[in-house]
């Protein structure tokens, strides 16, 4: 895949899966602005990309203002002339429940990941039309922003509501050719390591060595293997391709549904409590109720 000439900017990209998808893009030819609120990782990932033959700059923003974002589209202006790619990688995590959450730790990962994703894509989008359009917006989401993640009020909150970004952003830009994209991925980083019987499968991927098979198999690999996605994403391959959540993770693709209605019922007059109770018990919507706990991928818990 071939993204000469290409401009990317990646939040979040000094460690984990963002390095990963700074350094494939880079691979594949794109100039890359290389983001992280820690600068010396940053430069460091700058340095293996430039060392590699690639083309990539650091900047150290704070994702989650409208300061940042702007600032990390005017780096890849000024040192590359254009932006064509925009990555929004840059997260936190403060895992409590529900009753334990307090307001300032669900607000910096609401502030970080939604506010973030929005800031950085209403940015990159205003690049976008400047240029004439035909840009791409690869949004990160996650597993736990789909289905049920124990403890993770606001990152599901965060990650559901950028899926909807995703949809909404999609039919938007649509007329500029600018396509907008989630990715759903699941990989064997840090954050990884914090899941109870995980910590074994990220010290494998960190030493380089074989995954599992049944483990790749049900979904789970590496920051690399996510990271061809993205260059797909980025490429002119993926021009028709928009609205889309994607999940990846060792040797699975998998294309998540929209919401959509599973059962709809019509009754004259209306619907009372009586008649509610029983349509869903044992009635026509008993046996509609949509399975929300979480799945296990195989050898281990749910990843984020």
């Known amino acids: 895949m071939e993204l000469s000439g290409k401009v ?3 939040t979040g990209a000094g460690r984990g899966l963002g390095r990963a998808y700074a350094q494939a893009l880079a691979a594949a030819g794109a100039s890359v602005v290389v983001n992280d609120l820690d600068l010396e990782v ?12 690639g083309s990539a700059v650091a900047e150290g923003s704070a994702m989650g203002t409208t300061e940042g974002a702007d600032a990390v589209v005017a780096k890849a202006v000024t040192e590359f002339g254009r932006l064509d790619v925009m990555v ?16 300032e730790d669900f607000d910096l990962v609401v502030q970080t990941h939604l506010r973030g ?29 789909q289905r049920a993640s124990f403890g993770q009020t606001g990152y599901t909150a965060s990650k559901a509501g950028i899926i909807g970004l995703v949809r909404t952003w999609a039919a938007e830009l649509e007329r500029s050719g600018t396509t907008v994209n989630g990715i759903v991925p699941v990989a064997l980083t840090r954050m990884a390591a914090t899941i109870p019987g995980m910590a074994e499968l990220v010290e494998l991927a960190d030493q380089g060595k074989p995954i599992p098979a049944e483990v790749r ?13 993205v260059v797909f994403l980025a490429s002119d391959a993926a021009a028709g391709i928009t609205g889309q959540a994607i999940g ?22 209306g619907w009372d ?26 050898g281990a818990p749910a990843a984020k």
Do not use: Y
């Open 117 to 145: 994703t929005f800031t950085c894509g209403r940015a990159a989008a205003r690049q976008f039309k400047e240029q004439g359009g035909n840009g791409r917006l690869i949004l990160i989401g996650s597993p736990a922003g």
């Open 42 to 53: 940053a430069q460091e990932v700058v340095g293996e990309i430039t060392a590699a033959g």
């Open 273 to 298: 409590a009586d008649s509610l109770a029983e349509a869903f018990s044992g009635g026509v919507f008993s046996g509609a109720l949509q399975e929300w706990r979480p799945a296990a991928a195989p």
């Open 88 to 103: 929004t990688n840059a997260g936190v995590l403060r895992d409590r429940t529900l009753l334990k959450m307090a307001d």
């Open 217 to 229: 198999q049900g979904g789970l690999g590496t920051a690399d293997d996510v990271a061809g996605l």
């Open 248 to 269: 990846a993770g060792g040797d699975r693709i998998a294309i998540w549904s929209h919401p959509t209605e599973v059962a709809a019922e019509l009754r004259e007059g």
């Open 8 to 10: 990317a900017v990646v």
